[in-house]
């Protein structure tokens, strides 16, 4: 049973543009909502976080947006860059516990 | 700060055989976990430790697996009499004491053949 629904499953964008990836959870008890980014032959590295008391989170060209009442989270990246090319994770985190993880998005930045 | 490392990188068994996988956490950090990823999927939970405590193995197959995070030396996922489905990359990640503040390891890429 998936505990974090992902989509889409790749992505191509062309540099510049917004790519933007979904999530979605069932269980209320996820508290902590994070992204990770993961290049080929490398490890989950976290790239940002939100809790559920806030609606949205910038770090620079990274935005995520949170809709509590849908149990709805998505990644925005924009002006996407051929670097940006990588697998992204959702997660969740119930109770300071494992972290429970998306199908990944393979995203393709084209220059 | 070497961060978490795992060795091997990469480690091939024939089947049958045993595996043994190694993490040594990040400096400070006492918790432990190891998560699966087979090829074009996320990844799955497997085993959350503490120094001699095993948490949560709630994500690892009843037979073969055994994981142990020692008082003293690396945490250890053990596959024994391994099979051709066990081939993956295994991660292991460590945290200074909650899931919120996980660093992840290269991981190791396990080929049985």
């Known amino acids: 049973q998936q505990q974090v629904k992902q989509s889409p499953q790749s992505l191509i964008v062309q540099k510049g543009g917004i790519s933007i990836i979904n999530c979605a959870y069932e269980?209320?008890?996820?508290?902590?909502f994070p992204w990770y980014q993961q290049f080929p032959g490398k490890g989950p590295a976290l790239l940002i976080a939100?809790?559920?008391?806030?609606s949205e989170k910038k770090e620079g060209r990274f935005t995520i947006s949170f809709n509590k009442s849908a149990k709805q989270f998505s990644l925005h990246i924009m002006d996407s860059q051929p670097g940006d090319s990588a697998t992204y994770f959702c997660?969740?985190?119930?109770?300071?516990?494992?972290?429970?993880f998306g199908t990944g998005t393979r995203l393709t930045v084209i220059p | 700060n070497a961060g978490v490392m795992q060795n091997p990188r990469h480690l091939v068994r024939r089947r049958g055989q045993e595996a043994r996988l190694r993490c040594s956490p990040m400096?400070?950090?006492?918790?432990v976990y190891w998560y699966r990823q087979l090829p074009e999927e996320g990844l799955k939970f497997m085993v959350y430790?503490?120094?001699?405590?095993?948490?949560?193995e709630s994500g690892m197959p009843k037979e073969r697996f055994s994981a142990e995070f020692p008082k003293e030396g690396p945490s250890i996922l053990r596959i024994q009499q391994v099979v051709r489905g066990d081939s993956a990359a295994y991660f292991c990640?460590?945290?200074?004491?909650?899931?919120?503040?996980?660093?992840f390891g290269s991981g190791t890429r396990l080929t049985v053949v």
């Open positions: 939100i809790r559920p008391d806030v």
């Open positions: 990640a460590s945290s200074p004491g909650t899931a919120y503040g996980y660093t």
């Open positions: 430790l503490q120094k001699e405590n095993i948490i949560d």
């Open positions: 269980n209320t008890a996820f508290d902590y």
């Open positions: 400096k400070g950090h006492s918790h």
């Open positions: 997660a969740a985190v119930a109770e300071a516990n494992n972290l429970f």
